[in-house]
């Protein structure tokens, strides 16, 4: 099923993927909506170093289909968090995941999934994954105490 994400908002969206991170990360560390977060809309520590970060999420969302590539779209605005990404990576960074409402396409490395990846894991130097639209849609296939709040 595809979910209506755009109906949200930006505030919304943030606030649907992190309830959707709580439950895939347990121990998991929600930042307010709308606050400078340092490239980071949640985040999970290392339970056996609570200084370094294992995982850190970013969200972005937008209401439309860009009008230029969602992938360039998508990596523009991750390059704008890559600063504030290398400095997590600083401080221990394991993983990050960049999330999005916007649809990728799945040729085997030519789709939009497969070159993002490749393309922000080259420019953070950290394991890097992109949540396309699809990825928060079969999430959210089966977690009814989301779609009915």
């Known amino acids: 099923m595809d979910h ?8 919304r969206f943030q606030q649907l993927c992190q309830a959707i991170l ?19 809309d949640a985040i999970q ?7 370094s970060i294992n995982v850190a999420f970013q969200i972005k969302f937008t209401r439309a289909t860009p ?21 997590l990576v600083e401080r221990g960074l394991k ?7 916007v ?15 490749t393309q922000l ?8 994954v992109c949540w396309w639209r699809d990825d928060i849609n079969r999430r959210l296939d089966g977690l009814w105490d989301l779609k009915l709040r």
């Not at 209506?4 to 505030?11: A, D, V």
């Not at 993983?95 to 409402?101: G, Q």
């Not at 649809?103 to 939009?112: R, Y």
């Not at 894991?121 to 890097?128: I, Q, R």
């Open 4 to 11: 209506q994400l755009e109906n949200l908002g930006p505030e």
């Open 22 to 40: 709580v439950k895939e990360y347990p121990g998991s560390t929600c930042f307010p909506v709308g606050q400078p977060d340092g490239g980071r």
């Open 45 to 51: 520590f290392d339970i056996d170093d609570l200084k």
């Open 67 to 87: 009008n230029k590539d969602t992938r360039e779209w998508v990596l523009e605005t991750a390059v704008e968090e890559a600063p504030k990404v290398k400095k």
């Open 95 to 101: 993983k990050y995941i960049f999330i999005t409402n």
């Open 103 to 117: 649809a990728g396409t799945a040729h085997l490395d030519a789709g939009s999934i497969d070159k993002l990846r």
């Open 121 to 128: 894991e080259a420019l953070l130097g950290v394991p890097t």
